[in-house]
């Protein structure tokens, strides 16, 4: 119960305002609508609090301390604080990836 409570969602107090919704719209318009780790333009962005609010509150509704995040790329940084190993991606896995997402973006390649 202990480990709960210190991830408890801190940042819930700040995503509830409107305040936040407008700092939302900014920080996607300056990250040009993109995830700042991988570049995907696809599904609803998260913004995420590079410092933590959980430790850092004075930087909640800094823009500076906030990036556009996908929901793939801000779970994995959010497990690495969390204290959970990094994923190892393997080259195979990787060109698996590379070869899914060029599908995706060109579904019927010339046989």
Known sequence: MGMMRDW????KR???TKRWQVL???VLERDG???VDCGTRRGRLEIDHEKPVR???ELAFDPANCASRCPSCH???TRIECGHPAPIIT??????GQLVADLATNPNPAT
């Open 33 to 35: 609508w993109a995830c």
């Open 24 to 26: 939302r719209h900014i």
């Open 55 to 57: 430790t850092h509150p």
């Open 91 to 96: 080259p195979e896995r990787q060109a698996w």
């Open 14 to 16: 700040v995503t509830s």
């Open 75 to 77: 779970t994995k940084k």
């Open 8 to 11: 408890h969602r801190h940042s």
